[in-house]
């Protein structure tokens, strides 16, 4: 299953109910519509904005309203809930990341030049989220024991990326880029722990030199896994 594939159960997954016109029946014209939407994406980039600073549990309606300039009650037609405002966050972060890391190392050829793109624009997301923080991670430490639809939604996201992680190893196997014994789970279990660490080395200890230590982790996992080059 492709990444695309299992967004779109991810999205069916957790999309919350409709609500205000839609849920009475009514049809707003065209023009209505598109704005209303417009000025959701507005808000929901506002919030992703506010969520990687002061995380999904910092987000209210009564903060967005003010950063946004809009009051309680306009922001509130369109979402309804904070629970449906956190959740949509998680979609728009995700949707930004398969943009960012997953669809650019699709233009490389199967096998490890896939895998190492892939890994090469999760590091550079990183380098940018060294100050802004990670949805995924704040998210993980916030709901990791608090069943319900926005733990699912974040599960859901980080499963998703992860698998197809763990299918550009298998298919770097598959194409002789990797020794035939390579267990592929446990090779992107270790490029996913070489991605946490960082975050908490740069992040939270601001440890120089961490970006390059994680490279050089990347380096000596492909070098254990990789097919020796031919003399």
């Not at 849920?23 to 808000?43: C, D, E, Y």
């Not at 100050?131 to 319900?148: K, N, T």
């Not at 992680?165 to 002789?176: E, F, H, Q, T």
Request: proline share 3%; with cysteine.
């Amino acid at each position: 299953m492709s990444i695309a594939s299992l967004s779109a159960k991810l999205i069916r997954k957790t999309r919350p109910k409709a609500t205000g016109a839609a849920a009475a029946g009514k049809t707003p014209s065209g023009r209505a519509l598109q704005k209303g939407q417009q000025t959701k994406m507005a808000i929901i980039d506002a919030a992703l904005g506010l969520a990687t600073q002061i995380g999904l549990e910092g987000l209210s309606i009564g903060a967005l309203a003010e950063a946004t300039q809009m009051s309680k009650s306009g922001v509130f037609a369109h979402f309804g809930s904070r629970e449906e405002l956190q959740i949509s966050v998680i979609h728009q972060y995700f949707a930004l990341f398969e943009r960012d890391v997953f669809y650019v190392a699709m233009e490389q050829p199967r096998g490890l030049p896939r895998v190492k793109a892939l890994f090469a624009n999760w590091m550079k997301l990183v380098a940018e989220e060294i100050q802004a923080g990670c949805i995924f991670i704040s998210g993980a430490v916030e709901f990791d024991d608090r069943p319900g639809p926005v733990r699912d939604a974040l599960a859901t996201s980080v499963q998703t990326w992860l698998a197809a992680m763990n299918r550009s190893i298998v298919l770097a196997k598959a194409c002789g880029h990797l020794r035939i014994d390579v267990d592929e789970e446990q090779m992107a279990f270790e490029i996913h722990g070489l991605i946490l660490a960082l975050h908490y080395e740069a992040r939270f200890l601001n440890k120089p030199g961490s970006m390059e230590r994680a490279k050089k982790g990347f380096d000596n996992i492909l070098a254990r896994y990789g097919v020796p080059a031919a003399s």
